[in-house]
């Protein structure tokens, strides 16, 4: 008799019984032949010992998800970090957000001081990227917070990416991989509970159809979540997306997908940065002329300075149709048509100032702080063409590996003037005790509105040729014409003089048009088959009004039409390994990223496009299994990040200064230990101090919260295989308890508090 043993293979109970079965044919036949003579004759069998594959590397991807990208990770002169399901499972991760914790040099903005940022609001290597955010290789929109319950694997390419995707910022872009249908059947889906109310559930269904090579694949979410430690903040979700695909294993593919999301959500407007490190407020100072008054205690993180009736509702639909043809082995073209649209509409109250009342001064209890009411009713939509031909072939005796294409797209964005009433001021709330039960002024919409598009037509072409047996070199180039139209109407105010009378809609129309042209080049040397060194330059450019379809006749606003588009460029040496037989993925690279043609101030009120920010660094990346049974995924960046070209304005000077909410060191780690039934992981997360000002002037003595202080987040988890089918997973977060702000506003009034100890508990079924 053979015995096997095999270890369980993480893509289920049945591949793992195949690859026993497969493995086990050798062995018995060669049981058969190799038994000595005593043995037969005494009628035993020599015992056999077979072991299968070591497990996969779970947390590597090979390569990135877009056609435009022909190689493989290891052969991309680029950096590109790839967080893959596997992970973000792991950790319990629900949002986008919560997924880019697994990448450095990312940090979140919170919105200007008059207003509170929603949704994936990204900051990467010195630049604001949000509106660089893309599902399956198209531009997202919207200012809303991303699910990742239909979402395969998060892509982040660092550095200019005008080839890839056309008008862009600096920093890179992020690209969400979504799930599609395939010919295995399968059933997943997950039940979680935790801290702050939090209820969780989601399904994965695919299921081959009778029709031959055809599937469908749905993947729906339910979630009706608090927020731990916050009072009345909600984040809840109903989504469904469903992928139904034809011709799988064909020559032509077609693959319609759907995603519908609906969010009803009461945001956050954030918590009083009042008695926080490097707090300042000139109100307590005019109270307190000798400092001598009580002292401001930071607020109870739990407390809600808004309404009970202020609300988020979002609203996305989206329709994919890609269709793929193999025209050989070595040419493919894939056309990919998307129509999405977007709405959100929400009210949310945010506070700023402090008081404290003259007859109580010297009593905490009377203290108030003020607040105000904000509002946003916006419309998003797309209507994009992609057509990409992926060719390999031979020339002059040089092999080629080509992805062309054309795009066509257009894009929109409505937004409607919620405000308060002329005259109408918010009642304070008390600073320690506030109300939800005050009188909260209502918002209308005020008659003004933001109405922008763009139209872009593209042409691009990307080209590996392997020059030598050990050389590669690529190089990209994309141009494309873009036209960009604002018509907005603005509410007449006050001026002096008064030549149009308050109240009197005044209508605007801005419109410019351009042509783009980005390129990028690498060379690729390549030691070994597992490993590359590499040197590349790449380049965009971001036209006025390219993320917000916006433009302004202003001399003082980045939008005005007549500026030349802002120009980023990105150079950088790496190098890329695959180790210990493609179980361990390790990158590094040096790069410097500029970017050209802000707007900046001189001394003489004059506005210049001749700004220029500069990010030198250095990042290093790990993942894979570097020993049987533990998983890992490392990451660590060195940042230097200077305004090398700023303004002189003696009020606000910002030549030289550190680019503000970009921290010169981060670190992410998570690791997993798996036995046989049994997973134990956990995680480090650090973040560096950052500026939340680019004024080189900015006195601390008088300005509140100017730097946001450094942080180290703990988090644990730990999974038990109840049978082949159902997993019981615990997560549990910030195990410090460390107290640390999440994300600031520009003023220093405000913050989101990081993630405070908290705990998550879910049932994980699969078969």
Do not use: C
Request: proline letters at 4%; charged letters at 15%; a negative charge.
């Amino acid at each position: 008799m053979a015995y096997i043993q095999a270890k369980k293979h993480p893509t289920g109970a049945r591949s793992a019984i195949a690859s026993a079965l497969l493995l086990a044919l050798p062995a018995v036949a060669l049981a058969d032949n190799t038994t000595p003579a005593s043995a037969q004759q005494s009628g035993k069998l020599q015992q056999v010992t077979v072991t299968a594959d070591a497990i996969e590397a779970e947390f590597i991807a090979e390569k990135a998800s877009s056609p435009k990208q022909t190689q493989k990770l290891v052969d991309t002169p680029q950096t590109i970090v790839v967080v893959k399901k596997e992970l973000f499972k792991q950790q319990a991760a629900t949002t986008l957000s919560d997924t880019l914790r697994n990448t450095p040099g990312i940090t979140m903005l919170m919105g200007e001081n008059g207003n509170t940022a929603t949704g994936d609001s990204i900051f990467m290597r010195g630049f604001d990227t949000q509106g660089n955010i893309y599902v399956d290789g198209i531009r997202d929109l919207g200012s809303i917070s991303r699910d990742v319950f239909n979402t395969d694997q998060v892509e982040i390419a660092k550095g200019p990416a005008g080839v890839d995707n056309g008008r862009s910022t600096s920093s890179g872009y992020v690209n969400m991989g979504s799930k599609v249908a395939g010919l295995e059947d399968f059933i997943s889906g997950s039940a979680v509970v935790g801290s702050g109310s939090h209820k969780r559930v989601t399904a994965d269904i695919n299921q081959s159809l009778n029709i031959e090579n055809a599937a469908i694949r749905v993947n729906l979410l339910r979630q009706d979540s608090g927020v731990p430690n916050r009072d009345l903040v909600e984040n809840n979700s109903t989504g469904i997306a469903t992928s139904l695909a034809f011709g799988l294993n064909s020559k032509t593919r077609t693959t319609l997908n759907l995603l519908h999301m609906q969010q009803d959500n009461i945001q956050d407007g954030g918590l009083p940065t009042a008695g926080l490190a490097g707090f300042y407020s000139s109100s307590y100072v005019a109270a307190f002329p000798q400092n001598n008054g009580p002292a401001i205690t930071p607020v109870d993180r739990s407390n809600f300075y808004g309404s009970k009736s202020d609300f988020d509702h979002v609203l996305a639909n989206m329709l994919t149709l890609r269709v793929e043809h193999d025209f050989s082995d070595n040419v493919t073209l894939t056309n990919t048509s998307r129509y999405g649209v977007s709405t959100q509409d929400y009210e949310l109250t945010g506070v700023n100032a402090l008081a404290f009342p003259a007859a109580t001064k010297n009593d905490p209890a009377t203290w108030t702080v003020a607040r105000s009411r904000q509002g946003k009713d916006q419309k998003n939509q797309i209507l994009i063409n992609q057509s990409n031909l992926t060719a390999k072939f031979t020339l002059a005796g040089v092999q080629h590996t080509l992805a062309s294409g054309v795009e066509f797209s257009y894009e929109s964005q409505l937004n409607y003037t919620k405000a308060m009433p002329t005259g109408t001021t918010q009642v304070a709330a008390n600073l320690y005790n506030p109300s939800t039960s005050d009188l909260f002024a209502p918002l209308v919409l005020t008659g003004a509105k933001a109405e922008g598009s763009s139209d872009t037509a593209a042409i691009y072409a990307l080209d590996t040729i392997d020059i030598a047996p050990q050389w590669q070199l690529s190089a990209g180039v994309r141009a494309e014409h873009y036209s960009t139209t604002t018509d907005n109407i603005s509410i007449q105010g006050t001026t002096t003089p008064q030549t149009i009378p308050v109240g009197t809609k005044v209508g605007s129309h801005e419109r410019a048009s351009d042509n783009l042209l980005s390129y990028k080049v690498g060379v690729n040397y390549k030691p070994t088959a597992e490993g590359s060194v590499y040197l590349s330059y790449a380049t965009s450019q971001l036209p006025p009004g390219g993320t917000s379809f916006q433009l302004s006749n202003s001399a003082t606003n980045q939008n005005n039409p007549a500026l030349e588009p802002q120009k980023g460029t990105n150079l950088e040496l790496g190098t890329k390994w695959n180790l210990l037989n493609q179980k361990l993925f390790a990158t590094a690279a040096l790069f410097e990223s500029v970017n050209k043609n802000e707007l900046v101030r001189d001394d003489v009120n004059t506005y210049l496009p001749v700004g220029e920010k500069t990010v030198k660094g250095a990042e290093f990346g790990l993942v894979g299994m570097p020993l049987d049974n533990l998983e890992l995924s490392a990451g660590l960046a060195l940042l230097d990040p200077k305004i090398t070209r700023g303004s002189l304005y003696s009020a606000s000077p910002t030549q030289g200064a550190v680019i503000q909410w970009t921290p010169k060191t981060t670190f992410t780690l998570w690791a997993n230990y798996k036995l046989e039934k049994l997973s134990f992981g956990g995680g480090a997360r650090y973040m560096d101090s950052v500026a939340r000002s680019n004024s080189t002037n900015i006195n601390p003595a008088t300005a509140s919260v100017v730097t946001v202080p450094d942080y180290w987040v703990m988090d644990a988890m730990a999974s038990y295989e109840l049978n082949p089918t159902v997993t019981v997973q615990l997560n549990l977060y910030n195990l410090l308890d460390e107290e640390y702000i999440g994300s600031l506003n520009n003023g220093g009034s405000r913050y989101h508090q990081g993630t405070p100890r908290s705990a998550k508990l879910g049932v994980n079924v699969s078969f």
